[in-house]
């Protein structure tokens, strides 16, 4: 174990500490030593600090994604559930490998291998199946073994899952909060769901501010006006089209998002009073802000597809979620109202934006591919006896609320809270929903083994 630094946030005591995985777990054991490339894999422990020489028990937070590093809190309450967790348990807080401090990839990562094949082959190591491999050594190696609760959010019920599956011993309880994913997986089914979504979603948003209607109409117009002539940038030099633009839908699953859009609409003319008018420059905030909310981490968008990669597919991928749009007309960029996108990869990104754009040649190949990583086990989710309690968000833009429930029938010892309270983002919003699952599950008996 390497302990990089010992600090305080206020309301927090911060180990930073650094560990070594294999790149590949193929022929390696978690626990054990391993020969062969390696990456560094970055985790911080949070207490609070009445408890910091205390013996507490261990919770894992399993981080949403794909590619998103775990949570930098400014305090306790910054994420709330950190709050309420820090009560009960050391907290383990991971920047899953690719991502944060742990040999981070990005596009000048992609730029060092030679070769599409090799690519494809070097961002399959940094799946679920992998993921949970690096976590399972930390448990045996720097925690001597000793059984922690996991926290999975959004991908992280992903995580869950394919944790449950390989190393259900690891585990006193899980708690999963808008992410158990539909096993078996299907990336088309995915979005399926999420393109009929997305129009109520964009419905929702325009009864709420119909006065945008007009407005990001000019803006879409404007957009295709000027790329006839002389394209928009972004101040980054990426093109600013109407596919980009309806991007901003994405976070039409979190709160209060329809207010951000709308917000983000309004500076949108840089003329006289900023009423919509067609001749008028987009103002800079807008391009600016535009920039940075359709910017994602670097492998969100190029893994984004193949966290529904279970084993050997029957047929690949082959971009999914452009297949489905392409049945649905209302989301042309000609249609008005214009229609927003939702948690979506499409092929333009990989030419349009210049950081995926060294990720392209990857992306292709895997696209095209049927042979990935095992990360279910249905036989063993089935006979699972790890108690699971899973807030389950009945309105979730992202994980489809019916398909969750569907999974959790075929989870042994797992049990359901459904509401529609909370947005995907629950979690973030106070720490009501960790308090209510850690209740549930104290009440239930599920963690008499903590204590």
Known sequence: MTLLARYYVPGLAVDDRSIKVPLDWRGNDPGKGFAGESLSLFYRVVTAPEHVHDDLPLLIFLQGGPGGAGPRPLNPSSDGWIAEAIKHFRVILPDQRGTGRSSCVDSNAMQRIEGARA????????LAGSIVRDFEHLRRTEFAGKKWVTLG?????????????SYSEGAIASFTMGGIPHVPANAREVYEHTFPRMVEK???Y???????????????DHIGAAKRKSPITLPNGDPLTVERLQTLGSDFGMQPSPERL???VDIAFAKGDGSENRRAPLSDQFLESVMEATSSTPLYWPLQEFIYADGELDEPIGWAAQKVRNEHPEFDIHHRPLLFTG???FPWMFDQERALRPFKPAVEEMMGDTHFGKIYDTTQLKRNEVPLQAAVYFDDMYVDSGMQ???LSRVGNSHAWVTNEYQHDGIHHGGAVFAHLYDEALDRGDLEGLF
Request: hydrophobic share 40%; net charge negative; proline share 2%.
């Open 202 to 204: 964009t419905r929702l």
């Open 405 to 407: 429930l569907d999974t």
């Open 119 to 126: 690519q494809a082959e070097y961002l399959k190591c940094f």
């Open 153 to 165: 959010q959004s991908y992280g019920g992903f995580l869950t899952l394919a944790y449950l599956s």
């Open 262 to 264: 709308h917000w983000l």
């Open 343 to 345: 948690e979506a990869m």
């Open 206 to 220: 325009y009864n709420r501010y119909p006065q945008d209607i007009e407005r990001v109409g000019a803006v879409a």
